[in-house]
């Protein structure tokens, strides 16, 4: 690791200014490391509460650049504090888990893992959503940070969570104490990887950001025969099928297009062998929606769709229909001070090209828990396409690969850089507040 600069070395290379961005030179400088790092962590991904071996690395990295860390908070979740004179308290958070997806990207250190679920099945694991991304380029702003920090103070808390695909590892760390063990942040912030953006250029969007998700669970019961007579059986992949196209008028018939709901139907499992029409068949479902109304409309419709189709199949049993009482994931709301002062910043710091306003979206993140705990929260997105690729999709009206896809491959050099001078930038801004 470099050492620490001096006041006077700091003043020289600065003429007295403020170190309010990371040079491209600085970045450039501790780049062949982060990208081993990625690299590393690309090819032996974890799932969420199984992280042991990532948090070990990031543990490591940030112990030898002087942070005091603490491992196992929210079972495998790290969190590592640099106290750095008075100022305000800032938390930086990546996410530590990959997904259970097979990865056909082609890329020389392609993940190959492939583990026991809780119930003994072997799934592949992948970095499909770009958690290696975002670790990496973590890893890197505590770098520069505990390096140049005789340019910045207050509290620096670098939090490495599990455990973020599940919706789990945000609340799970809260409750083993992220705000009452270690100093409570004046703000938290985070950084997504974007298949919508070029690659290195920030987005920014202050309110309501990332929908809340529901995960339901349905089960049909038929009457199971040979698949030759199916007269004498009530099938339940037909009733399900109906189901599935029935429940796509839930958004198009039921609901106004200017609330924004999303219902996927992900899995389907019923059955042995094509000759055997079984007796079940259950079904996963995604449901993403922004307001409490909409939700609880949207569930209900999806109940009675189920009970209505599985009447007019004549179904066996009425079927089961298991939706949380709650969201499993509220939606993500960006502090809209918070968020223009960074956009400000970014802009200033990195360019006003390279800073954009998006649009919201209606994936999830469960770093919205952050927020809803008292702290006020940004999450910030950078694109991770080849510039070239994006304008061709956009321009063919063929999307390219998307997080959580077995092909998505970010352009991860220009990604991570930009990263890395991104949350450098975001932090040495909110250092600049009065201390509490």
Not at 113 to 127: E, L
Not at 187 to 201: I, K, V
Not at 348 to 374: H, I, R
Request: charged residues 20%; glycine residues 8%; hydrophobic residues 40%.
């Amino acid at each position: 690791m470099a050492a620490v600069l001096s006041t006077a070395a700091v003043s020289a290379q600065t003429g007295g200014a403020p170190w309010t961005t990371p040079t491209q030179a600085e970045v450039d400088a501790i780049y062949p490391d982060i990208e081993a790092l990625y690299i590393d962590l690309h090819r032996n991904p974890e799932l969420g509460f199984q992280e042991t071996q990532t948090a070990a690395k990031l543990a490591a990295r940030t112990r030898a650049l002087g942070f005091d860390v603490t491992t196992g908070v929210g079972r495998t979740g790290i969190v590592a504090v640099m106290k750095n004179g008075p100022g305000p308290t800032v938390m930086l958070r990546t996410e530590l888990d990959a997904l259970p997806v097979e990865e056909q990207t082609a890329l020389p250190f392609a993940s190959t893992v492939v583990v026991k679920n809780a119930s003994g099945q072997s799934i592949p694991v992948m970095h499909a959503c770009g958690h290696d991304i975002h670790m990496s380029s973590w890893a890197g702003t505590a770098r520069l940070m505990a390096e140049h920090r005789d340019r910045w103070h207050g509290t620096l808390i670098m939090v490495g969570q599990p455990a973020e695909e599940t919706g789990a590892g945000a609340s799970a760390m809260l409750k083993d104490g992220l705000f009452t063990r270690f100093p409570r942040p004046d703000f938290a912030l985070s950084l997504h990887d974007d298949d919508t953006l070029p690659a290195g250029t920030i987005g920014y969007h202050p309110g309501f950001f990332r929908a809340m998700s529901d995960a339901v669970t349905i089960t049909v019961y038929g009457r199971g025969g040979h698949a030759a007579m199916p007269h004498s059986t009530i099938d339940p992949v037909v009733l399900a099928a109906r189901i599935v196209l029935t429940l796509q008028t839930v958004v198009s018939r039921e609901n106004n297009p200017v609330d924004p709901v999303v219902v996927t139907v992900g899995s389907i499992h019923g059955g042995t062998a094509g000759n055997i029409i079984p007796d079940e068949v259950r079904l996963q479902l995604s449901v993403r929606t922004y307001t409490p109304e909409v939700r609880t409309r949207t569930l209900a419709a999806i109940r009675r769709v189920v009970k209505g189709e599985a009447v007019a199949a004549g179904a066996t049993r009425e079927p089961l229909v298991d939706a949380p009482a709650v969201a499993s994931t509220a939606p993500v709301y960006n502090d809209p001070a918070l968020t223009l002062r960074l956009a400000a910043a970014l802009k200033k710091g990195l360019g006003e090209s390279s800073v954009v306003e998006m649009p919201q979206k209606m994936t999830s993140e469960d770093f919205v828990e952050y927020g809803l705990a008292g702290v006020p929260s940004a999450l910030l997105h950078i694109g991770a396409v080849d510039p070239v690729k994006l304008a061709a999709a956009r321009q063919s009206g063929i999307p390219g690969p998307a997080p959580h896809s077995p092909q998505w491959a970010p352009q991860y050099e220009p990604t991570l850089k930009a990263g890395i001078r991104a949350e450098v930038t975001a932090l040495l801004e909110l250092f600049q507040a009065s201390p509490r």
